[in-house]
Protein backbone atom coordinates (compact mmCIF):
# COMPACT_ATOMS: atom_id res chain seq x y z
CA UNK A 1 0.00 0.00 0.00
CA UNK A 2 1.55 3.73 -1.14
CA UNK A 3 1.57 6.25 1.43
CA UNK A 4 -1.11 7.65 -0.47
CA UNK A 5 -3.44 5.43 0.35
CA UNK A 6 -2.24 5.02 3.97
CA UNK A 7 -2.83 8.59 4.58
CA UNK A 8 -6.16 8.58 2.88
CA UNK A 9 -6.77 5.06 5.28
CA UNK A 10 -6.09 7.12 7.93
CA UNK A 11 -7.30 10.62 7.31
CA UNK A 12 -10.65 8.53 7.22
CA UNK A 13 -10.17 6.65 10.41
CA UNK A 14 -9.74 10.12 12.33
CA UNK A 15 -13.15 11.62 10.42
CA UNK A 16 -15.38 8.74 11.68
CA UNK A 17 -14.12 9.37 15.11
CA UNK A 18 -15.07 12.59 15.24
CA UNK A 19 -18.17 12.30 13.82
CA UNK A 20 -19.32 9.57 15.83
CA UNK A 21 -17.92 11.69 19.11
CA UNK A 22 -19.58 14.43 17.22
CA UNK A 23 -23.20 12.56 17.12
CA UNK A 24 -22.93 11.22 20.51
CA UNK A 25 -22.60 14.65 22.42
CA UNK A 26 -24.91 16.31 19.99
CA UNK A 27 -27.54 13.47 20.49
CA UNK A 28 -27.19 13.23 24.23
CA UNK A 29 -27.54 17.12 24.44
CA UNK A 30 -30.56 17.12 22.04
CA UNK A 31 -32.48 14.91 24.10
CA UNK A 32 -32.12 16.46 27.22
CA UNK A 33 -33.36 19.80 25.83
CA UNK A 34 -36.31 17.44 24.27
CA UNK A 35 -36.52 15.97 28.19
CA UNK A 36 -37.28 19.34 29.69
CA UNK A 37 -39.59 20.12 26.37
CA UNK A 38 -41.70 17.30 27.64
CA UNK A 39 -41.60 18.04 31.34
CA UNK A 40 -42.28 21.73 30.71
CA UNK A 41 -45.27 20.84 28.85
CA UNK A 42 -46.67 18.87 31.09
CA UNK A 43 -46.18 21.23 33.71
CA UNK A 44 -47.70 23.90 32.19
CA UNK A 45 -51.48 24.22 33.16
CA UNK A 46 -52.11 28.11 32.58
CA UNK A 47 -50.89 30.50 30.40
CA UNK A 48 -48.59 32.04 33.06
CA UNK A 49 -47.11 28.34 33.62
CA UNK A 50 -46.53 28.59 30.25
CA UNK A 51 -45.19 31.98 29.43
CA UNK A 52 -43.68 32.68 32.80
CA UNK A 53 -42.84 29.77 34.49
CA UNK A 54 -45.54 29.81 36.70
CA UNK A 55 -43.31 32.93 38.13
CA UNK A 56 -41.51 29.99 40.28
CA UNK A 57 -38.07 30.37 38.93
CA UNK A 58 -36.12 29.71 41.49
CA UNK A 59 -32.21 31.06 42.58
CA UNK A 60 -29.76 28.66 40.49
CA UNK A 61 -32.12 28.46 37.86
CA UNK A 62 -32.07 31.74 37.64
CA UNK A 63 -28.23 32.90 37.63
CA UNK A 64 -27.87 30.17 35.07
CA UNK A 65 -30.26 31.07 33.00
CA UNK A 66 -29.73 34.53 32.65
CA UNK A 67 -26.30 34.17 32.34
CA UNK A 68 -26.62 31.96 29.38
CA UNK A 69 -29.42 34.23 27.90
CA UNK A 70 -27.08 37.09 27.92
CA UNK A 71 -24.12 35.26 26.58
CA UNK A 72 -25.08 34.02 23.36
CA UNK A 73 -23.06 32.14 20.63
CA UNK A 74 -21.29 35.38 19.77
CA UNK A 75 -19.55 35.19 23.13
CA UNK A 76 -18.44 31.84 22.29
CA UNK A 77 -17.47 32.04 18.55
CA UNK A 78 -17.58 35.59 17.17
CA UNK A 79 -16.14 37.10 20.55
CA UNK A 80 -12.57 35.10 19.94
CA UNK A 81 -12.68 35.88 15.94
CA UNK A 82 -13.32 39.83 16.43
CA UNK A 83 -10.41 39.63 18.98
CA UNK A 84 -8.56 37.96 16.35
CA UNK A 85 -9.02 40.77 13.55
CA UNK A 86 -8.83 44.08 15.91
CA UNK A 87 -6.88 42.67 19.04
CA UNK A 88 -7.22 44.49 22.39
CA UNK A 89 -8.66 47.05 21.46
CA UNK A 90 -11.91 44.57 20.28
CA UNK A 91 -11.14 42.88 23.74
CA UNK A 92 -12.33 45.85 25.94
CA UNK A 93 -16.36 44.27 24.43
CA UNK A 94 -15.41 41.67 27.20
CA UNK A 95 -16.46 44.43 29.45
CA UNK A 96 -20.18 43.40 28.23
CA UNK A 97 -20.02 40.75 31.27
CA UNK A 98 -20.21 43.77 33.60
CA UNK A 99 -22.07 45.66 31.65
CA UNK A 100 -25.13 43.95 30.51
CA UNK A 101 -26.00 42.79 34.26
CA UNK A 102 -25.32 46.78 35.50
CA UNK A 103 -28.51 46.85 33.59
CA UNK A 104 -30.18 44.38 35.48
CA UNK A 105 -29.13 45.62 38.29
CA UNK A 106 -30.64 48.91 38.23
CA UNK A 107 -34.39 47.75 36.70
CA UNK A 108 -34.68 43.86 37.66
CA UNK A 109 -36.03 44.09 41.31
CA UNK A 110 -37.81 46.81 40.60
CA UNK A 111 -39.68 45.08 37.75
CA UNK A 112 -40.14 42.24 39.39
CA UNK A 113 -42.08 43.97 42.38
CA UNK A 114 -44.17 45.86 39.64
CA UNK A 115 -44.92 42.39 37.85
CA UNK A 116 -45.55 40.34 41.24
CA UNK A 117 -47.92 43.11 42.47
CA UNK A 118 -50.38 44.17 39.25
CA UNK A 119 -49.53 40.30 38.13
CA UNK A 120 -47.56 41.44 34.55
CA UNK A 121 -46.79 39.03 32.18
CA UNK A 122 -45.55 40.72 28.98
CA UNK A 123 -43.74 44.04 29.44
CA UNK A 124 -46.40 45.78 27.15
CA UNK A 125 -48.59 45.38 29.67
CA UNK A 126 -46.39 46.73 31.93
CA UNK A 127 -46.04 50.38 29.95
CA UNK A 128 -49.42 50.50 29.00
CA UNK A 129 -50.16 50.54 32.29
CA UNK A 130 -47.91 52.91 33.69
CA UNK A 131 -47.78 55.11 30.51
CA UNK A 132 -51.47 54.97 29.74
CA UNK A 133 -53.75 53.60 27.09
CA UNK A 134 -51.84 51.63 24.48
CA UNK A 135 -49.31 53.47 22.87
CA UNK A 136 -46.11 51.55 24.03
CA UNK A 137 -48.12 48.54 23.31
CA UNK A 138 -47.16 48.05 19.65
CA UNK A 139 -43.76 49.47 20.24
CA UNK A 140 -42.71 46.95 22.81
CA UNK A 141 -43.92 43.87 20.95
CA UNK A 142 -41.87 45.96 17.76
CA UNK A 143 -38.97 46.12 19.42
CA UNK A 144 -39.10 42.32 20.72
CA UNK A 145 -39.49 41.63 16.87
CA UNK A 146 -36.45 43.71 15.71
CA UNK A 147 -34.38 42.18 18.46
CA UNK A 148 -35.64 38.59 18.38
CA UNK A 149 -35.49 37.82 14.71
CA UNK A 150 -32.18 39.16 13.96
CA UNK A 151 -30.86 37.79 16.84
CA UNK A 152 -32.01 34.36 16.47
CA UNK A 153 -31.15 34.20 12.88
CA UNK A 154 -27.33 35.20 13.48
CA UNK A 155 -27.00 32.04 16.26
CA UNK A 156 -29.01 29.37 13.33
CA UNK A 157 -26.28 30.79 10.72
CA UNK A 158 -23.44 30.17 13.18
CA UNK A 159 -24.69 27.05 13.83
CA UNK A 160 -25.15 25.93 10.58
CA UNK A 161 -20.88 27.06 9.55
CA UNK A 162 -19.67 25.25 13.11
CA UNK A 163 -21.45 22.00 11.96
CA UNK A 164 -20.05 22.41 8.35
CA UNK A 165 -17.09 23.41 8.84
CA UNK A 166 -16.57 20.24 12.09
CA UNK A 167 -17.79 17.59 9.58
CA UNK A 168 -15.07 18.76 6.86
CA UNK A 169 -17.96 20.18 4.29
CA UNK A 170 -20.22 16.72 5.14
CA UNK A 171 -23.32 19.01 6.50
CA UNK A 172 -24.22 21.72 4.52
CA UNK A 173 -24.68 25.03 6.08
CA UNK A 174 -28.78 24.78 5.79
CA UNK A 175 -29.21 21.83 6.94
CA UNK A 176 -27.24 22.49 10.00
CA UNK A 177 -29.70 25.61 11.04
CA UNK A 178 -32.47 23.20 10.11
CA UNK A 179 -31.39 20.94 12.23
CA UNK A 180 -31.19 23.01 15.64
CA UNK A 181 -34.12 25.32 14.35
CA UNK A 182 -36.14 21.61 14.64
CA UNK A 183 -34.90 20.95 17.97
CA UNK A 184 -35.25 24.76 19.76
CA UNK A 185 -38.92 24.96 18.34
CA UNK A 186 -39.91 21.40 19.90
CA UNK A 187 -38.75 21.87 23.25
CA UNK A 188 -39.31 25.98 23.45
CA UNK A 189 -43.11 25.38 21.96
CA UNK A 190 -43.78 22.49 24.48
CA UNK A 191 -42.73 23.45 27.63
CA UNK A 192 -42.83 27.43 27.21
CA UNK A 193 -39.96 29.52 29.45
CA UNK A 194 -39.89 26.90 32.03
CA UNK A 195 -38.61 24.34 29.13
CA UNK A 196 -36.04 27.11 28.11
CA UNK A 197 -34.63 27.80 32.03
CA UNK A 198 -33.81 24.96 32.84
CA UNK A 199 -32.06 24.07 29.34
CA UNK A 200 -30.01 27.06 29.65
CA UNK A 201 -28.94 25.79 33.21
CA UNK A 202 -26.68 23.22 31.03
CA UNK A 203 -25.84 25.68 28.64
CA UNK A 204 -24.10 28.34 31.06
CA UNK A 205 -22.07 25.45 32.42
CA UNK A 206 -21.04 24.56 28.87
CA UNK A 207 -20.53 27.88 27.75
CA UNK A 208 -17.90 28.42 30.22
CA UNK A 209 -16.41 25.07 30.37
CA UNK A 210 -16.06 25.34 26.13
CA UNK A 211 -14.75 28.78 26.58
CA UNK A 212 -11.84 27.54 29.16
CA UNK A 213 -10.84 24.54 27.13
CA UNK A 214 -10.71 26.29 23.96
CA UNK A 215 -8.38 28.90 25.41
CA UNK A 216 -6.42 26.23 27.12
CA UNK A 217 -5.57 24.51 23.47
CA UNK A 218 -4.73 27.90 21.89
CA UNK A 219 -2.09 28.50 24.53
CA UNK A 220 -1.06 24.63 24.18
CA UNK A 221 -0.55 24.75 20.72
CA UNK A 222 1.56 27.78 20.63
CA UNK A 223 3.98 26.82 23.18
CA UNK A 224 2.74 27.01 26.33
CA UNK A 225 2.81 30.61 27.94
CA UNK A 226 6.41 30.79 27.01
CA UNK A 227 5.28 30.39 23.39
CA UNK A 228 2.35 32.58 23.92
CA UNK A 229 4.12 36.22 24.57
CA UNK A 230 7.03 35.14 22.88
CA UNK A 231 4.57 34.65 20.12
CA UNK A 232 2.89 37.76 20.53
CA UNK A 233 5.75 39.84 20.81
CA UNK A 234 6.91 38.65 17.57
CA UNK A 235 3.74 39.35 16.00
CA UNK A 236 3.86 42.94 17.31
CA UNK A 237 8.04 43.94 16.63
CA UNK A 238 7.15 42.69 12.80
CA UNK A 239 3.71 45.03 12.66
CA UNK A 240 6.30 47.66 13.77
CA UNK A 241 9.14 47.18 12.39
CA UNK A 242 6.81 46.69 8.82
CA UNK A 243 5.48 49.96 9.40
CA UNK A 244 2.07 48.06 9.18
CA UNK A 245 -1.46 47.58 11.47
CA UNK A 246 -0.08 50.21 13.59
CA UNK A 247 -2.15 52.81 15.35
CA UNK A 248 -1.65 56.88 14.51
CA UNK A 249 0.53 56.95 17.23
CA UNK A 250 2.65 54.29 15.98
CA UNK A 251 1.48 51.22 18.21
CA UNK A 252 0.34 47.67 16.87
CA UNK A 253 -3.04 47.99 16.10
CA UNK A 254 -3.54 44.71 18.32
CA UNK A 255 -2.23 45.66 21.39
CA UNK A 256 -3.32 49.65 21.63
CA UNK A 257 -6.54 51.88 21.30
CA UNK A 258 -6.30 53.60 18.13
CA UNK A 259 -7.43 57.27 20.53
CA UNK A 260 -10.64 58.46 22.47
CA UNK A 261 -12.35 59.66 19.16
CA UNK A 262 -11.73 59.95 15.49
CA UNK A 263 -13.09 62.79 13.39
CA UNK A 264 -14.52 60.48 10.72
CA UNK A 265 -17.95 60.73 8.55
CA UNK A 266 -17.54 56.52 9.50
CA UNK A 267 -16.19 54.57 11.25
CA UNK A 268 -14.85 52.34 8.72
CA UNK A 269 -12.35 55.56 7.48
CA UNK A 270 -11.05 55.31 11.09
CA UNK A 271 -6.91 55.60 10.79
CA UNK A 272 -5.43 52.55 13.06
CA UNK A 273 -9.20 50.66 13.16
CA UNK A 274 -12.10 51.87 14.60
CA UNK A 275 -12.26 50.95 18.31
CA UNK A 276 -11.69 54.13 20.06
CA UNK A 277 -12.26 54.44 23.02
CA UNK A 278 -15.66 56.08 22.84
CA UNK A 279 -16.28 53.50 19.98
CA UNK A 280 -15.40 51.11 22.81
CA UNK A 281 -18.15 53.02 25.24
CA UNK A 282 -21.01 53.78 22.77
CA UNK A 283 -20.69 49.76 22.02
CA UNK A 284 -21.15 48.89 25.50
CA UNK A 285 -24.17 50.97 25.41
CA UNK A 286 -25.80 48.58 23.07
CA UNK A 287 -24.79 45.01 24.53
CA UNK A 288 -26.55 46.79 27.63
CA UNK A 289 -29.61 46.69 25.75
CA UNK A 290 -29.81 42.72 26.28
CA UNK A 291 -31.18 43.00 29.93
CA UNK A 292 -33.56 46.22 29.12
CA UNK A 293 -35.13 44.46 26.29
CA UNK A 294 -38.59 43.64 26.54
CA UNK A 295 -37.19 39.79 26.90
CA UNK A 296 -35.23 40.47 30.46
CA UNK A 297 -38.50 42.02 31.72
CA UNK A 298 -40.20 38.79 31.61
CA UNK A 299 -37.46 36.78 33.26
CA UNK A 300 -37.99 39.15 36.04
CA UNK A 301 -42.01 38.65 36.08
CA UNK A 302 -40.89 34.88 36.16
CA UNK A 303 -38.40 34.84 39.26
CA UNK A 304 -40.01 33.42 42.48
CA UNK A 305 -38.06 35.95 44.57
CA UNK A 306 -35.18 38.76 43.56
CA UNK A 307 -32.82 36.76 45.91
CA UNK A 308 -30.79 35.63 42.99
CA UNK A 309 -30.44 38.51 40.76
CA UNK A 310 -27.46 40.02 42.71
CA UNK A 311 -26.02 36.54 42.24
CA UNK A 312 -26.47 36.28 38.55
CA UNK A 313 -24.84 39.88 38.53
CA UNK A 314 -22.16 39.95 40.62
CA UNK A 315 -20.66 36.37 40.82
CA UNK A 316 -22.00 34.76 37.61
CA UNK A 317 -21.95 37.44 35.21
CA UNK A 318 -18.99 39.51 36.57
CA UNK A 319 -16.70 37.58 38.44
CA UNK A 320 -17.39 33.92 36.16
CA UNK A 321 -18.02 35.33 32.75
CA UNK A 322 -15.46 38.31 33.08
CA UNK A 323 -12.41 36.24 33.89
CA UNK A 324 -12.96 34.45 31.20
CA UNK A 325 -13.47 36.88 28.58
CA UNK A 326 -10.60 38.86 29.69
CA UNK A 327 -8.38 35.37 29.71
CA UNK A 328 -9.49 32.75 27.60
CA UNK A 329 -11.18 34.37 24.90
CA UNK A 330 -8.06 36.51 24.45
CA UNK A 331 -5.91 33.65 24.48
CA UNK A 332 -7.98 32.36 21.72
CA UNK A 333 -7.86 35.59 19.77
CA UNK A 334 -4.48 36.32 19.98
CA UNK A 335 -3.13 32.94 20.17
CA UNK A 336 -4.62 32.40 16.66
CA UNK A 337 -2.25 34.64 15.10
CA UNK A 338 0.85 32.75 16.61
CA UNK A 339 -1.10 29.50 15.35
CA UNK A 340 -1.07 30.99 11.63
CA UNK A 341 2.45 32.40 12.25
CA UNK A 342 3.32 28.81 13.69
CA UNK A 343 1.95 27.23 10.63
CA UNK A 344 -0.76 24.90 12.65
CA UNK A 345 -3.25 26.88 11.54
CA UNK A 346 -3.99 28.57 8.20
CA UNK A 347 -6.71 30.96 6.35
CA UNK A 348 -8.01 31.94 9.34
CA UNK A 349 -11.03 34.35 9.86
CA UNK A 350 -13.04 35.86 12.61
CA UNK A 351 -15.84 33.41 11.68
CA UNK A 352 -13.67 29.70 11.43
CA UNK A 353 -11.43 30.89 13.92
CA UNK A 354 -13.20 28.21 16.93
CA UNK A 355 -13.90 26.01 14.59
CA UNK A 356 -10.56 25.56 13.20
CA UNK A 357 -9.48 25.61 16.79
CA UNK A 358 -11.61 22.78 17.66
CA UNK A 359 -10.29 20.42 14.82
CA UNK A 360 -7.02 20.83 16.19
CA UNK A 361 -7.88 17.59 18.24
CA UNK A 362 -9.51 15.65 15.56
CA UNK A 363 -6.80 13.50 16.04
CA UNK A 364 -5.11 13.73 19.72
CA UNK A 365 -8.78 13.71 20.89
CA UNK A 366 -11.99 13.32 18.73
CA UNK A 367 -14.07 13.31 21.75
CA UNK A 368 -13.43 16.39 22.80
CA UNK A 369 -14.48 17.64 19.25
CA UNK A 370 -17.84 16.46 20.14
CA UNK A 371 -18.35 18.08 23.71
CA UNK A 372 -16.44 21.68 22.35
CA UNK A 373 -19.20 21.24 19.61
CA UNK A 374 -22.40 20.57 21.79
CA UNK A 375 -20.41 23.84 24.11
CA UNK A 376 -20.57 25.81 21.19
CA UNK A 377 -23.80 24.80 20.18
CA UNK A 378 -25.85 25.62 23.53
CA UNK A 379 -23.74 28.56 23.66
CA UNK A 380 -26.09 29.52 20.16
CA UNK A 381 -29.17 27.78 21.09
CA UNK A 382 -29.27 29.48 24.70
CA UNK A 383 -29.90 32.90 24.05
CA UNK A 384 -32.33 31.96 20.77
CA UNK A 385 -34.63 30.05 22.71
CA UNK A 386 -35.41 32.70 25.28
CA UNK A 387 -36.08 35.13 22.54
CA UNK A 388 -38.15 32.98 20.73
CA UNK A 389 -40.37 32.32 24.07
CA UNK A 390 -40.55 35.87 25.23
CA UNK A 391 -41.50 36.93 21.79
CA UNK A 392 -43.81 34.75 21.42
CA UNK A 393 -45.93 35.57 24.55
CA UNK A 394 -45.57 39.22 23.52
CA UNK A 395 -47.52 38.12 20.08
CA UNK A 396 -50.14 36.43 21.71
CA UNK A 397 -50.56 38.85 25.29
CA UNK A 398 -50.14 41.64 23.64
CA UNK A 399 -51.81 41.61 19.93
CA UNK A 400 -53.99 38.51 19.84
CA UNK A 401 -55.67 38.52 23.41
CA UNK A 402 -55.72 42.71 23.17
CA UNK A 403 -57.19 43.25 19.97
CA UNK A 404 -58.55 39.63 17.98
CA UNK A 405 -59.84 37.71 21.12
CA UNK A 406 -60.05 39.33 24.29
CA UNK A 407 -61.61 36.17 25.95
CA UNK A 408 -59.02 33.71 24.91
CA UNK A 409 -58.93 30.70 27.04
CA UNK A 410 -55.56 29.50 28.47
CA UNK A 411 -55.73 26.65 26.63
CA UNK A 412 -55.90 28.84 23.44
CA UNK A 413 -53.38 31.53 24.67
CA UNK A 414 -50.84 28.79 24.65
CA UNK A 415 -51.66 27.21 21.65
CA UNK A 416 -51.05 30.31 20.32
CA UNK A 417 -48.12 31.33 22.24
CA UNK A 418 -46.86 27.63 20.44
CA UNK A 419 -47.87 28.83 17.05
CA UNK A 420 -45.95 32.33 17.13
CA UNK A 421 -42.90 30.23 18.31
CA UNK A 422 -42.60 28.29 14.83
CA UNK A 423 -43.69 31.64 13.40
CA UNK A 424 -40.92 33.43 14.37
CA UNK A 425 -38.03 30.36 14.42
CA UNK A 426 -39.19 29.95 10.67
CA UNK A 427 -38.90 33.52 9.97
CA UNK A 428 -35.07 34.24 11.52
CA UNK A 429 -34.14 30.29 9.34
CA UNK A 430 -35.47 31.87 6.04
CA UNK A 431 -33.74 35.17 6.46
CA UNK A 432 -30.82 33.37 7.85
CA UNK A 433 -30.32 30.79 4.76
CA UNK A 434 -31.16 33.27 2.45
CA UNK A 435 -29.92 36.44 3.48
CA UNK A 436 -26.17 35.76 5.60
CA UNK A 437 -25.33 39.24 5.07
CA UNK A 438 -28.65 41.41 5.98
CA UNK A 439 -28.51 38.79 8.86
CA UNK A 440 -25.67 39.86 10.12
CA UNK A 441 -26.02 43.48 9.89
CA UNK A 442 -29.61 43.26 11.62
CA UNK A 443 -28.49 41.29 14.13
CA UNK A 444 -25.63 43.72 15.00
CA UNK A 445 -28.68 46.36 15.64
CA UNK A 446 -30.62 43.65 17.76
CA UNK A 447 -29.13 44.78 21.27
CA UNK A 448 -28.83 48.66 19.66
CA UNK A 449 -32.68 48.45 19.46
CA UNK A 450 -32.59 46.73 23.15
CA UNK A 451 -30.77 49.60 24.58
CA UNK A 452 -33.35 52.02 23.18
CA UNK A 453 -36.00 50.48 25.95
CA UNK A 454 -33.53 52.44 28.37
CA UNK A 455 -35.81 55.81 28.99
CA UNK A 456 -39.37 53.85 29.49
CA UNK A 457 -37.70 51.55 31.88
CA UNK A 458 -36.12 54.75 33.93
CA UNK A 459 -39.68 56.49 33.67
CA UNK A 460 -41.29 53.28 35.24
CA UNK A 461 -38.89 52.60 38.09
CA UNK A 462 -37.49 55.61 38.83
CA UNK A 463 -39.05 59.08 37.48
CA UNK A 464 -42.42 60.29 36.81
CA UNK A 465 -41.38 63.04 34.72
CA UNK A 466 -41.26 60.98 31.41
CA UNK A 467 -45.18 61.75 29.72
CA UNK A 468 -46.35 58.95 27.34
CA UNK A 469 -45.87 60.91 24.30
CA UNK A 470 -42.33 61.27 24.97
CA UNK A 471 -41.13 57.90 25.54
CA UNK A 472 -43.42 56.67 22.28
CA UNK A 473 -41.99 59.40 20.14
CA UNK A 474 -38.38 59.19 21.82
CA UNK A 475 -38.36 55.37 21.49
CA UNK A 476 -39.09 55.58 17.41
CA UNK A 477 -36.83 58.84 17.45
CA UNK A 478 -33.96 56.24 19.05
CA UNK A 479 -34.67 53.20 16.47
CA UNK A 480 -34.92 55.28 13.55
CA UNK A 481 -31.15 56.94 14.79
CA UNK A 482 -29.69 53.65 14.90
CA UNK A 483 -30.44 52.13 11.77
CA UNK A 484 -29.43 55.37 10.15
CA UNK A 485 -26.11 55.26 11.97
CA UNK A 486 -25.62 51.64 12.06
CA UNK A 487 -24.56 49.47 9.01
CA UNK A 488 -27.63 49.69 7.26
CA UNK A 489 -27.20 53.06 6.90
CA UNK A 490 -25.69 51.92 3.43
CA UNK A 491 -29.38 51.02 2.85
CA UNK A 492 -30.61 54.79 2.90
CA UNK A 493 -27.42 55.98 1.10
CA UNK A 494 -26.60 58.81 3.86
CA UNK A 495 -23.88 60.62 3.90
CA UNK A 496 -22.02 59.95 7.02
CA UNK A 497 -21.84 55.94 6.80
CA UNK A 498 -21.51 53.69 9.76
CA UNK A 499 -20.30 54.22 13.27
CA UNK A 500 -20.37 57.97 12.28
CA UNK A 501 -17.26 60.25 14.55
CA UNK A 502 -16.55 56.25 15.39
CA UNK A 503 -19.78 56.30 18.18
CA UNK A 504 -21.99 53.67 18.07
CA UNK A 505 -25.31 53.29 16.78
CA UNK A 506 -26.40 52.69 20.10
CA UNK A 507 -24.94 55.93 21.31
CA UNK A 508 -26.34 57.65 18.76
CA UNK A 509 -29.98 56.16 19.40
CA UNK A 510 -30.23 56.63 23.02
CA UNK A 511 -29.10 60.20 22.35
CA UNK A 512 -31.56 61.16 20.33
CA UNK A 513 -33.89 59.32 22.29
CA UNK A 514 -33.38 61.18 25.51
CA UNK A 515 -33.09 64.47 23.61
CA UNK A 516 -36.51 63.84 22.48
CA UNK A 517 -37.95 62.07 25.42
CA UNK A 518 -37.19 64.75 27.58
CA UNK A 519 -38.17 67.86 25.15
CA UNK A 520 -42.07 66.14 24.30
CA UNK A 521 -42.31 65.62 27.76
CA UNK A 522 -41.72 68.74 28.86
CA UNK A 523 -44.11 70.29 26.47
CA UNK A 524 -46.97 67.50 26.28
CA UNK A 525 -49.33 67.40 29.02
CA UNK A 526 -51.02 64.53 31.02
CA UNK A 527 -54.10 64.11 32.88
CA UNK A 528 -54.65 64.04 36.37
CA UNK A 529 -55.59 60.52 36.35
CA UNK A 530 -52.27 60.00 34.45
CA UNK A 531 -50.07 61.64 37.37
CA UNK A 532 -52.06 59.90 40.07
CA UNK A 533 -51.37 56.08 38.25
CA UNK A 534 -48.04 57.07 38.32
CA UNK A 535 -47.54 58.26 41.64
CA UNK A 536 -49.42 55.18 43.19
CA UNK A 537 -46.35 53.10 41.13
CA UNK A 538 -43.86 55.02 42.38
CA UNK A 539 -44.72 55.36 46.23
CA UNK A 540 -45.23 51.36 45.94
CA UNK A 541 -41.30 51.42 44.55
CA UNK A 542 -40.32 53.48 47.18
CA UNK A 543 -42.07 51.70 50.00
CA UNK A 544 -40.70 48.36 48.90
CA UNK A 545 -37.29 49.11 47.19
CA UNK A 546 -36.18 52.65 48.45
CA UNK A 547 -33.07 53.33 49.80
CA UNK A 548 -32.22 54.21 53.83
CA UNK A 549 -31.38 57.49 54.56
CA UNK A 550 -27.46 55.89 55.26
CA UNK A 551 -27.74 54.50 51.77
CA UNK A 552 -28.95 57.90 50.34
CA UNK A 553 -25.89 59.80 51.53
CA UNK A 554 -23.39 57.20 49.43
CA UNK A 555 -25.77 57.69 46.16
CA UNK A 556 -23.46 60.12 44.78
CA UNK A 557 -20.14 58.06 45.42
CA UNK A 558 -22.07 55.19 44.01
CA UNK A 559 -22.62 56.96 40.32
CA UNK A 560 -18.80 58.34 40.77
CA UNK A 561 -17.63 55.25 41.10
CA UNK A 562 -19.88 54.18 37.60
CA UNK A 563 -18.58 57.48 36.03
CA UNK A 564 -15.03 56.71 36.45
CA UNK A 565 -15.10 52.90 35.18
CA UNK A 566 -16.91 54.17 32.26
CA UNK A 567 -14.59 56.69 31.18
CA UNK A 568 -11.80 55.69 31.71
CA UNK A 569 -12.15 51.48 32.18
CA UNK A 570 -13.09 51.39 28.49
CA UNK A 571 -14.13 54.95 27.64
CA UNK A 572 -12.68 57.79 25.83
CA UNK A 573 -9.50 58.15 28.81
CA UNK A 574 -8.94 54.31 28.39
CA UNK A 575 -6.12 55.04 25.78
CA UNK A 576 -4.07 55.76 28.92
CA UNK A 577 -3.66 52.34 28.99
CA UNK A 578 -1.54 51.95 26.02
CA UNK A 579 1.10 52.71 27.72
CA UNK A 580 0.97 53.33 31.30
CA UNK A 581 2.47 50.28 32.04
CA UNK A 582 5.43 49.30 29.75
CA UNK A 583 5.97 50.49 25.83
CA UNK A 584 3.61 48.61 23.39
CA UNK A 585 5.98 48.56 20.89
CA UNK A 586 8.88 47.15 23.51
CA UNK A 587 8.12 43.23 24.74
CA UNK A 588 11.11 43.04 26.81
CA UNK A 589 9.84 45.16 28.94
CA UNK A 590 6.19 44.43 29.06
CA UNK A 591 4.86 43.28 32.49
CA UNK A 592 4.06 41.69 34.35
CA UNK A 593 3.85 38.03 33.11
CA UNK A 594 4.70 39.65 29.84
CA UNK A 595 1.93 40.85 29.05
CA UNK A 596 1.17 44.16 27.04
CA UNK A 597 0.17 47.26 28.97
CA UNK A 598 -3.59 47.58 27.36
CA UNK A 599 -4.42 44.06 28.43
CA UNK A 600 -2.76 45.06 32.25
CA UNK A 601 -4.38 47.97 32.22
CA UNK A 602 -8.19 45.86 31.41
CA UNK A 603 -7.61 43.03 33.83
CA UNK A 604 -7.04 46.09 36.59
CA UNK A 605 -10.21 47.89 35.69
CA UNK A 606 -12.37 44.16 34.65
CA UNK A 607 -11.05 44.12 38.80
CA UNK A 608 -12.56 47.64 39.37
CA UNK A 609 -15.72 46.85 37.46
CA UNK A 610 -16.79 43.83 39.74
CA UNK A 611 -15.80 45.74 42.61
CA UNK A 612 -18.45 48.31 41.69
CA UNK A 613 -20.61 46.05 40.39
CA UNK A 614 -20.65 44.49 43.78
CA UNK A 615 -21.30 48.39 45.43
CA UNK A 616 -24.35 48.44 43.43
CA UNK A 617 -25.78 45.40 43.61
CA UNK A 618 -24.70 44.52 47.58
CA UNK A 619 -23.41 47.31 49.35
CA UNK A 620 -26.13 49.81 48.55
CA UNK A 621 -29.10 47.27 47.93
CA UNK A 622 -30.26 47.73 44.30
CA UNK A 623 -30.13 44.09 43.86
CA UNK A 624 -31.11 43.67 47.45
CA UNK A 625 -33.61 40.29 47.96
CA UNK A 626 -37.57 41.69 49.26
CA UNK A 627 -39.57 38.79 51.24
CA UNK A 628 -42.38 38.32 48.74
CA UNK A 629 -44.74 38.39 51.71
CA UNK A 630 -43.90 42.19 52.54
CA UNK A 631 -44.58 42.67 49.02
CA UNK A 632 -48.19 40.99 48.94
CA UNK A 633 -49.07 43.00 52.48
CA UNK A 634 -47.96 46.04 51.30
CA UNK A 635 -49.67 45.39 47.15
CA UNK A 636 -52.94 45.74 48.75
CA UNK A 637 -52.49 49.63 49.42
CA UNK A 638 -51.28 50.22 45.45
CA UNK A 639 -54.17 47.85 43.70
Same mark, same amino acid.
Request: net charge neutral.
Given at each position: MDQNSTNKKTNRKIMDEKLFWLIAFVGIYWAYCLFWGIKGARSAKTSTDYFLAGRSIGVWVFVLAATATSFSGWTFVGHPGKIFTDGLPYAFASFYALTIPLTGVLFLRRQWVLGKVYEYITPGEMYSDYYGANAMRI? /?????????????????????????????????????????? $???????????? @????????????????????????????????????????????KDVSSGQNLTPDGYSMKVAIPGSIQMVSAGSKASGGA? %???????????????????????????? @??????????????????????? /?? $????????????????????????? +??????????????? +????????????????????? $?????? /????? %? @?????????? $???????????? +??????????????????????????GFQMYPALIGICYYRGFTTRGVVFGLVVGLIAVTLTDKTSAWFGVPWGAYPLTIHSAGWGIFFNLLTTFIVSRFSGESDAAKVVKAKKHKLLQSITGMTPKRKKKIKLAWGLTLVWFLVGFGPFATIGNDFFSDPNSPALWAPFGLPSLWVWQLMFLGYGIFVMWFLAFHMGFSEPIDPKKVEKLSKEFI
Open positions: P /TVLVAFLFSVPYLGVQLRASGDLFHILTDGLVSVNFGMFALT $TVVVIYVASGGL @KSVAYVDCAQAILLAVGIAILGGIAIHYAGGWGGFTGGLADIVQW %TGIMCMTYMFALMGIQSSPAFSMWAFAN @KTPQAFRWQQVVASSIVVGILLF /TF $TIFQGLGGHILVANGILENISDKNL +VPELINLLSDAAPWL +VGLLAVCALAAMQSTGSAYMS $TFSAMV /TRDIY %T @KYISPGASDQ $TQKMTGRLFVVV +VAGAALVVAANSSQAIVMLGGLAVAY
